[in-house]
């Protein structure tokens, strides 16, 4: 579970800061070594983010071979999801996500509005138009415990991204609805809910819808400690951009999220930025996308698909 910084130890306060704060760069020899499930998750995070497929990994399975808590195991889950979604292989993640949302506990009674919100796919998920717009300034850091509706809301998102790869947009908005239902007021939850519903806006040729979800997303990032948050929702604005016919405002987002992902050695994020910089007629940008692509195949990870790929956590 997340731990407010007061109380947590060094090596925790760590590895929070590599996952979700101002360290995601941190070298993955600099890391501190996991002493329960919980933290090898957030190494997975970290190493993840970083492109160390094989690493992240080799972390989600020590979690499965000795966890037990039930949010830890689904977590875990849909983050090998996340991984092989990156890579292209939206069918096998989402058989990962469905496991993630298959482990929480239900009881009767007692979950009824979690319950419903789960069953309902109508539930709202905007309030003046988009979640989240109000609550974008409350959020100066992860301080809520990630608990059963954190993780059902990780599995639903990446079940909706993984809808997207495989052309179901449809079911990509129903998850979303009712993942709506569930994340206001927990900003990591709110900040993936808003990157895929602008995926999906932008896979149904509807950049004016994708926009609002885009600013939104980047507007909560801003607002909470995570540099990979901000710059993962700097670059799907930039995609929003590109799709809009705003080639400059796509070009000078695109050029701050590379400059990020150098600083923080975001290989994947860098490898998305280089491909979406092609099409905006960077020269460089070419050869910046191949040996991003050489350096995760060395790290462990294949791309099944030439698209782009999506980073989820």
């Not at 080639?247 to 000078?252: G, I, W």
């Not at 092609?278 to 698209?307: K, N, P, V």
């Amino acid at each position: 579970m997340f731990v407010p910084a007061t109380l947590q130890d060094p090596r925790r306060e760590t590895l929070t800061a590599a996952a979700f704060g101002d360290r995601p760069g941190l070298a993955a020899a600099e890391l501190p070594a996991a002493a329960d499930a919980y933290e090898h998750w957030l190494r997975a995070v970290v190493l993840g983010g970083q492109g160390y497929y094989a690493a992240a990994r080799a972390e989600l399975g020590r979690i499965r071979r000795t966890g037990r808590a039930p949010i830890t195991l689904s977590l875990a889950a849909s983050t090998e999801g996340s991984l092989l979604r990156q890579l292209g292989g939206h069918a096998d993640a989402a058989a990962f996500d469905g496991r993630a949302l298959a482990v929480i506990p239900f009881s009767s009674g007692a979950d009824s509005v979690f319950a419903g919100a789960l069953a309902d796919p109508d539930v709202p998920t905007t309030t003046n138009g988009v979640p989240g717009t109000a609550e974008a300034a409350e959020f100066a850091e992860f301080a809520t415990p990630p608990d059963r509706i954190d993780a059902v809301c990780d599995a639903m998102t990446g079940l909706a991204a993984d809808a997207i790869g495989t052309g179901r947009l449809d079911l990509a908005w129903r998850l979303l609805h009712r993942v709506g239902g569930l994340a206001h007021g927990r900003p990591r939850a709110l900040v993936r809910l808003h990157w895929v519903s602008a995926e999906t806006a932008l896979a149904a040729g509807r950049p004016d819808r994708a926009r609002p979800h885009a600013e939104t997303a980047l507007a909560l990032a801003e607002a909470g400690p995570s540099v990979r948050h901000r710059v993962k929702s700097a670059l799907i604005l930039a995609a929003v951009a590109t799709a809009s016919g705003d080639v400059d405002s796509a070009a000078e987002l695109a050029a701050g999220v590379a400059r990020g992902c150098t600083e923080h050695g975001l290989v994947p994020l860098a490898w998305a930025c280089a491909m979406l910089r092609i099409g905006l007629g960077d020269q460089d940008a070419a050869d910046e996308s191949a040996a991003c692509g050489e350096l995760i195949a060395r790290r462990g990870g294949r791309f099944r698909t030439s698209g782009p790929v999506r980073h989820g956590k």
